[in-house]
């Protein structure tokens, strides 16, 4: 089956710095691939995601990068803010969803 | 439009028990997909239902079990609990079946296994 590894495991950066997760997947059948931010008792919200015939998408301070060649894809927060402080998880998906690890982004004002 | 509800939002158990957790999902989504979230682990796929039947399961013990009912509303059971299974379960429903579509996911069930 898939296999999904997520990295960092933890990020701390800067306010206003950028901030990139990267993921990796093992099943080139995989084809789409949801960004999901989760923050302590509000449940998880996909933030953006891209399909396998598209190589990049962006919405305003967030983007995803898809390299289908080397079965990786990452996410790209710009201008971060403390509202963005969450665990970030990526995921592939063909039959069924195969999520990372989980990134715990910490923003210091 | 009301999100993914789930209930009970804590429970705490003690070994050899079983337990049973409810998700609502969203109305008109027929997918109802249950995943267990461990520290470090990431979330694990249990199973998905869709139109009352299972569609997929992960690699879970046959303790773990599910349901899903004409109203779409999905009941996951655990049988005879382990200190391993205490973890966030997190339900999420989708339009689709199959991880093709976006999912919504509930805000999860807490259990403790003592």
């Known amino acids: 089956g898939e296999n999904v590894e997520q990295h960092p495991s933890t990020l701390s950066v800067q306010e206003g710095d950028s901030a990139v997760i990267k993921c990796t997947y093992s099943?080139?059948?995989?084809?789409?691939f949801p960004w999901y931010k989760q923050e302590l008792g509000k449940g998880s919200q996909l933030i953006i995601d891209?399909?396998?015939?598209?190589g990049e998408k962006k919405d305003q301070r967030i983007a995803v990068t898809l390299n289908k060649t080397a079965k990786h894809f990452s996410l790209h927060i710009t201008e971060t803010q403390p509202e963005d402080s969450a665990v970030y998880f990526c995921?592939?998906?063909?039959?069924?969803?195969?999520f990372g690890s989980g990134t715990k982004l910490n923003v210091k004002p | 439009k009301a999100g993914v509800t789930q209930t009970p939002r804590y429970l705490i158990k003690t070994r050899g028990q079983q337990v049973t957790l409810s998700c609502s999902p969203i109305?008109?989504?027929?997918?109802v997909s249950w995943y267990q979230q461990t520290p470090g682990q990431g979330l694990q796929f249990l199973f998905e239902?869709?139109?009352?039947?299972?569609?997929n399961k992960g690699n879970f013990p046959g303790r773990f079990s599910g349901r899903q009912f004409s109203n779409s509303r999905s009941e996951m059971n655990v049988s005879t609990l382990e200190l391993g299974d205490s973890a966030l379960y997190l339900c999420?429903?989708?339009?689709?079946?199959?991880?093709?579509?976006?999912?919504?996911f509930g805000p999860g069930t807490r259990l403790t296994v003592l």
């Open positions: 999420a429903s989708s339009l689709f079946s199959g991880g093709t579509g976006e999912q919504f």
């Open positions: 099943d080139s059948a995989s084809n789409y």
């Open positions: 891209i399909r396998s015939n598209v």
């Open positions: 995921a592939a998906s063909y039959d069924k969803f195969y």
């Open positions: 109305s008109g989504h027929r997918s």
């Open positions: 239902y869709f139109s009352e039947t299972q569609r």
